[in-house]
């Protein structure tokens, strides 16, 4: 046997943290990976949301500024929506007729022009609100378009259109993941601490214990360990003292059960010769066996019987306990049965005379099941 005593040993508190550094980051980082991408879907989902909220209440103000040529109030609107942007993420508000001409724009340059750009041309076709993205000044944009409806008509008078950044989607999106990653890194760093000293804890022990192991691998078997944990290490160490006083035993209970494991080989033998060494052959029906024991020693048996020169008895049965003594009352059952069932063609009255012989040998607790 080849001897580890002596080779270069790597502390399992070093490979513990490491695994623990490993596994903790790359645990914190996946979970951080899909948060961020979920909190961005989130947040995308919000921007669209405010948008497109926006955007609603333009249209319902503006469908009555179109009818009644009166845009104060939709004026009044659009400035309060530019005041409370804080981030100054709208680029543009401004509603227009059926045929893409401005009738409110938050930059009053830029009323009674006619726009013909894809995107208006895109939204006048449609009869629904619409989402795309257009450029400004070389600047991302998303542009929101809902049509202007006339309540009793349904006929389409207009559309209320609002430009948002599409940075301020991202600035939202980054301000998140920062905050995220920097609580990540402050909970994986104190999590690390205190898994490390954790570590430290209950590694101490199983130093203890290698240690001792190998001054009792070169022959010190006065050697005992003092671990008082409260826990399996500490059992461990009791179990180890125990071991150093036992080793005689343990030799002389080896010996024991290889004399015991010869026994049973010879017990195993006898079963199998108890088993029939030929099968009956009858032209009404081919018949073949299998079995094997579920220990080194079963009960289980079959066996064929000739009751006379025309019948044949089969036996299937399973005798109690699983060692030599399953087996020794397997070859009790065979003897028995062999000795009672010839010349008795009911299977009924073989299995009566049987248990009533059987019941009188047989001590509590142990029983045969059998089909014959």
């Known amino acids: 046997m080849m001897s580890i005593i002596g080779k270069k040993r790597i502390p399992i508190r070093l490979q513990f943290g490491i695994f623990i550094i490993l596994f903790t980051t790359a645990l914190a ?42 845009d104060l109030y939709v004026y009044d609107m659009i400035n309060d929506m530019v005041k409370n942007d804080a981030e100054k993420d709208i680029r543009y508000i401004f509603v227009t007729d059926s045929s893409g001409k ?14 013909t750009d894809d995107i208006t ?45 599409e940075e301020s989607i991202n600035r939202v999106v980054n301000q998140s993941a920062r905050q995220m990653i920097t609580i990540a890194i402050a909970v994986l760093l104190i999590g690390l601490a205190a898994s490390l000293f954790w570590v430290r804890l209950v590694t101490k ?12 691998g070169k022959g010190d078997l006065k050697y005992r360990f003092k671990i008082e944990a409260r826990n399996e290490l500490g059992e461990l160490a009791e179990i180890f003292n125990r071991m150093t006083g036992d080793l005689d035993l343990a030799q002389q209970e080896l010996v024991a059960k290889q004399r015991l494991d010869h026994e049973l080989d010879l017990a195993r033998s006898l079963q199998a010769a108890l088993l029939p060494d030929k099968l009956p052959d009858t032209e009404q029906i081919d018949i073949t066996a299998w079995y094997k024991a579920a220990k080194q020693v079963g009960g289980d048996y079959y066996d064929f019987i000739n009751v006379d ?37 009911s299977p009924r009255e073989v299995l009566i005379k049987l248990n009533e012989q059987m019941c009188a040998n047989m001590r509590k607790g142990m029983f045969v099941t059998m089909l014959y």
Do not use: C
């Open 205 to 216: 022990p199983v130093s203890l214990l290698a240690d001792g192991a190998e001054k009792i």
């Open 121 to 165: 041309r895109a939204v006048i076709k449609s009869t629904v609100s619409s989402i795309n993205k257009t450029t400004l000044n070389g600047e991302a944009v998303v542009d929101y378009a809902r049509p202007v409806i006339e309540n009793f008509s349904r006929k389409t008078i207009g559309y209320a259109r609002i430009g948002i950044s």
């Open 309 to 345: 020169d025309s019948h044949l008895g089969i036996v299937i049965a399973d005798v109690s306990g699983k060692s030599i003594t399953g087996a020794f009352m397997m070859g009790i059952t065979r003897a028995s049965m062999r000795a009672i069932a010839p010349g008795i063609l």
């Open 102 to 115: 401005i009738l409110i724009h938050n930059k009053t340059d830029q009323l009674g022009d006619t726009l």
């Open 29 to 70: 980082a996946s979970i951080l990976f899909f948060t961020i991408k979920g909190q961005k879907e989130v947040l995308v989902k919000e921007r669209t949301t405010v948008g497109q909220t926006l955007t609603a209440h333009l249209a319902a103000a503006a469908k009555d500024a179109i009818l009644l040529e009166d």
